[in-house]
């Protein structure tokens, strides 16, 4: 069974930068779904952006309308680590933020809905966006 484990996740004020940090413990295979979700105090979960392994070297990036072209997700295979590189950093982008692992078939963001699909969960970093 995959383990998730979260860091990167602090304190920053409007405008800031900072990395998210997922590990691994299997090795990703072709057909998997890894995805960033978050979740706000009083907010339902939402999926914030997801990458795709369709096989070696193929994938699919995909975001929200609210972190696009803010945020961009990747994975270092060698290191079975994703990332989440969020940039311009907003009040509401204030979460605690999870990551998570499933089939690919839920990679899309109309199938994300709370993550219900997902198989695999972290316990979360929180991040927290001062103005």
């Known amino acids: 069974q995959a383990q998730l484990v979260e860091s990167g996740g602090g304190s920053v004020q409007v405008g800031g930068s900072l990395r998210l940090s997922c590990a691994a413990s299997?090795?990703?295979?072709?057909?998997?779904?890894l995805a960033w979700f978050r979740q706000a105090e009083g907010k339902e979960r939402e999926g914030v952006a997801s990458?795709?392994?369709?096989?070696?070297?193929?994938?699919?990036?995909y975001y929200s309308d609210s972190v696009k072209g803010r945020f961009n997700i990747s994975i270092d295979n060698a290191r079975k680590t994703l990332y989440l590189e969020m940039n311009n950093l907003k009040p509401e982008d204030t979460a605690m933020y999870y990551c998570?692992?499933?089939?690919?078939?839920?990679?899309?963001?109309?199938?994300w809905g709370s993550g219900a699909r997902m198989a695999y969960w972290g316990k979360g970093t929180l991040v927290t966006v001062s103005s």
């Open positions: 990458f795709a392994v369709v096989a070696v070297g193929s994938h699919s990036q």
């Open positions: 299997e090795f990703i295979v072709s057909d998997n779904c």
């Open positions: 998570s692992a499933g089939p690919g078939v839920f990679c899309a963001p109309g199938s």
